[in-house]
């Protein structure tokens, strides 16, 4: 099959991983992809925006920069069109984002099927933190590509509801969540430190929200055996305000930051963690780093919210506390300090889960693939009905 590969991604964050992730894994099942998107994503180095972008972005007013982003739909339609023309696709895959409008209006146009990957309601939030002023444009716009693709590929239950609630009917919407290959996470025993410390592990962009601070304070307060620590793999805004923090409580030896880092190290980076970290999550988000936490076969730790519950489940993949609680966290995380059989049935169950339920990159393929044929055969049949 040949599928034409749509976006406008302009950094090399998760957003990345999960295109890389997908092209590869169509590939590797044997499909032809070709991607379009913005012209400096290649280039772009990890974790780094498109330059250009981001000064426009702090120099002009919002919705100076919200206009420039709509404006923006008209020649990367027009790149598509031309890719379209170029490569005949069978289908064209498309990761939704605002005032992108390319997939929808060039899928109409050669008649062919668009699957619209949808990660977050945009609309709502940016909206939510203040940072979107064309907010009725935006909402509309991104109800529209909603609509007019075949199928709308949310990547959790709690999103597919928001879908369904705007106009798209159930039987156009598939969850898809993220996923993982399972050969970059050979099991491996966690790395012992020095005193016998348990590593207290979170992989990912650091801020404020994900509540790192709370686990610095109770890091610090913790007198009980065996000793813990800390490591922070990522960097973010708000790595130098826990850093100052550790440094303040007394707690720095016990906490290390890595900074960005390469994707190929990741996986004997949370091989080394003895509890992995989940601290926060946003309500419809389906968080990449779970996945690699599973696939690791860590144990982890959770907020209890339904999203999550779709992936995890309490006491037997992962140990799901209440958010609303600001001491269930930590309670959770001395539970498993004190218990070592607790945290080894804890991860190999949630590396089963991975396996039993094909939550890869690989599995993900075969399903964008499969409604893809189904799509196409919908429309041979339309074609040749009288």
């Known amino acids: ?51 250009m972008v981001t000064l426009l972005r702090k120099s002009l007013p919002a919705w100076v920069g919200e206009l420039a982003e709509l404006a923006y739909a008209v020649p990367s339609t027009l790149r ?44 709502d939030e940016r909206a939510s933190f203040g940072k979107l002023k064309l907010k009725r444009l935006a909402a509309a716009l991104e109800r529209l590509a909603w609509r007019r693709a075949t199928y709308v590929l949310p990547v959790t239950d709690v999103l597919a509801s928001r879908i369904a609630a705007s106009g798209v009917p159930q039987s156009r919407i598939r969850v898809v969540p993220n996923g993982i290959d399972l050969q970059d996470f050979p099991l491996q025993p966690a790395a012992e430190l020095p005193g016998d410390q348990l590593v207290l592990g979170f992989v990912g962009f650091v801020r404020d929200w994900h509540g790192l601070d709370r686990v610095v304070r109770s890091l610090a307060a ?8 800390l490591h922070v793999v990522g960097d973010g805004p708000a790595r130098t305000g826990l850093e100052a923090l550790a440094k303040e409580l007394g707690v720095a030896s016990r906490v290390r930051f890595s900074g960005l880092t390469h994707r190929e190290a990741i996986p004997s980076m949370i091989g080394a963690f003895d509890i992995a970290l989940q601290p926060a999550s946003v309500a419809y988000a389906s968080p990449l780093k779970v996945f690699e936490y599973m696939a690791a076969g860590r144990a982890i730790i959770a907020p ?29 995380v001395e539970r498993l300090a004190s218990d070592e059989a607790l945290r080894r049935r804890l991860g190999q169950a949630a590396r089963a889960e991975v396996l039993s339920r094909d939550l890869t990159w690989s599995g993900n393929a075969r399903t964008v693939v499969g409604l893809a044929a189904r799509a196409l055969g919908q ?3 339309q074609e040749r009905a009288p």
């Open 1 to 51: 099959m040949k599928i034409l590969y749509s976006h406008r991604i302009g950094s090399r964050d998760g957003q990345g991983v999960h295109l890389d992730a997908m092209v590869a894994a169509l590939r590797a099942n044997g499909h032809t992809v070709h991607v379009v998107g913005p012209a400096g994503f290649e280039n772009t180095g990890l974790g780094s925006d498109n330059r």
């Open 80 to 123: 598509l069109a031309r890719a379209a023309a170029s490569f005949q696709p069978d289908v064209i895959y498309e990761r939704a984002n605002l005032f992108h409008l390319a997939g929808a209006w060039v899928a109409a146009r050669r008649r062919v099927p668009l699957l619209l990957e949808v990660n977050a309601p945009l609309a």
């Open 222 to 229: 913790y007198r009980a055996s065996p000793p813990l620590a």
């Open 304 to 332: 209890d919210q339904p999203n999550l519950r779709e992936i995890l489940e309490h006491e037997r993949t992962a140990l799901l506390f209440d958010p609303r609680d600001p001491d269930a966290m930590w309670q959770a």
């Open 379 to 381: 429309g041979a049949m």
